[in-house]
Nanobody, 127 residues
Framework: QVQVVESGGGLVQAGGSLRLSCAAS????????MGWFRQAPGKERNFVAG????????DYADSVKGRFTISRDNAKNTVYLQMNSLKPEDTAVYYC????????????????????WGQGTQVTVSS
């Protein structure tokens, strides 16, 4: 099982950038696909981006495609989310999570079935 700690959030103006980090524990980190998710106040938690175990394949929600980039460093047990051209609608708490298959991360069932989340990191984009 992979446990995660998210960091890097903050307050930024629209058009700005932030880089989130997700530090994971466990010797099997490199065997898991990793994903970023976000939850805005009063809304459901949604898939943002995912990356395969070796970084060779990535997947993005349409709302962030072309603006966000997910990457990972297996030597550091860390996955990143580079967020550029931020918009007020990107405001949310951002979480990361692991799964054995990249394709499962964007399925809403994954969010519904995942019980153990990190504390998340708050991203606030002002207009």
């Amino acid at each position: 099982q992979v446990q995660v700690v998210e960091s890097g959030g903050g307050l930024v103006q629209a058009g700005g950038s932030l880089r989130l980090s997700c530090a994971a524990s466990g010797r099997t980190f490199a065997s898991y696909a990793m994903g970023w998710f976000r939850q805005a106040p009063g809304k459901e938690r949604n898939f943002v981006a995912g990356i395969s175990w070796n970084g060779g394949t990535t997947d993005y929600a349409d709302s962030v495609k072309g603006r966000f980039t997910i990457s990972r460093d297996n030597a550091k047990n860390t996955v990143y989310l580079q967020m550029n051209s931020l918009k007020p609608e990107d405001t949310a708490v951002y979480y990361c999570a692991a799964d054995g298959r990249l394709s499962r991360l964007r399925n809403p069932v994954f969010v519904a079935q995942t019980k153990d989340w990190g504390q998340g990191t708050q991203v606030t984009v002002s207009s």
